[in-house]
């Protein structure tokens, strides 16, 4: 099945810097990578997704990049702010739209430091 | 729109009882919801898929018998932990996708504490 590795675990930013999560994958078959903050208590919360058909994507300061050949993908958040800080779970499933099983990642917590 | 609601938020129960936790799309309709598990500090693992009309798929290593889903109508998927016990305790959430072509969204978590 498939398997889904996140690095770094603990990630710790200056308020304005920028983070980086990277995230890879085991199944060819993959085609749809979403990116999801999970706060304390709550469940996760879509913030990006790319399918295997697209090489970037960006939505204001968040942007995610995928490698299909190297099987890697990366999330990207400029400018951080406070309220960033949370837990990110990468994931990948073979479905086209994520409405199928997707297997997650470990998890990256991200503290941002005002 | 596509918010997935899940009840209790919280519970606490004795070891030996069974509890039931609710998954609700409130605002579409799903055929399809999926039940995770997650340990703290841990990531979200797949338990079963929830397929309205039909019997669950489980995963590997997840008991069938211990975990009773009933998915009774398209908006409704329930989750009954049977004779619970202390390593039963976790974070149970589930999530529903509105259609084949969108992606699932989550509740927000059942909090689950056996004593």
């Known amino acids: 099945g498939e398997n889904v590795e996140q690095h770094p675990s603990t990630l710790s930013v200056q308020e304005g810097d920028s983070a980086v999560i990277k995230c890879t994958y085991s199944?060819?078959?993959?085609?749809?990578f979403p990116w999801y903050k999970q706060e304390l208590g709550k469940g996760p919360q879509l913030i990006i997704d790319i399918r295997s058909n697209v090489g970037e994507k960006k939505d204001q300061r968040i942007a995610v990049t995928l490698n299909k050949t190297a099987k890697h993908f990366s999330l990207h958040i400029t400018e951080t702010q406070p309220e960033d800080s949370a837990v990110y779970f990468c994931?990948?499933?073979?479905?086209?739209?994520?409405?199928?099983?997707?297997?997650f990642g470990t998890g990256t917590r991200l503290t941002i430091i005002p | 729109g596509a918010v997935v609601s899940q009840h209790p938020s919280w519970v606490i129960c004795k070891s030996g009882t069974s509890v039931k936790i609710e998954c609700r799309s409130l605002d579409f309709q799903a055929t399809t919801m999926f039940w995770y598990r997650q340990f703290p500090k841990q990531s979200l693992m797949l338990m079963a898929t929830?397929?309205?009309?039909?019997?669950?798929?489980?995963e590997q290593g997840v008991e069938k018998d211990k975990f009773l889903i009933n998915h009774a109508s398209l908006t409704l998927s329930t989750l009954t932990v049977t004779s619970a016990h202390p390593e039963d305790s976790s974070f149970y959430i589930c999530s529903a996708s509105p259609g084949a072509n969108q992606p699932q969204h989550f509740g927000d978590g059942t909090r689950l504490s056996i004593l």
């Open positions: 929830s397929n309205e009309g039909s019997k669950a798929t489980y």
């Open positions: 994931a990948a499933s073979r479905s086209n739209f994520g409405n199928e099983k997707l297997t």
């Open positions: 199944d060819s078959a993959s085609n749809y």
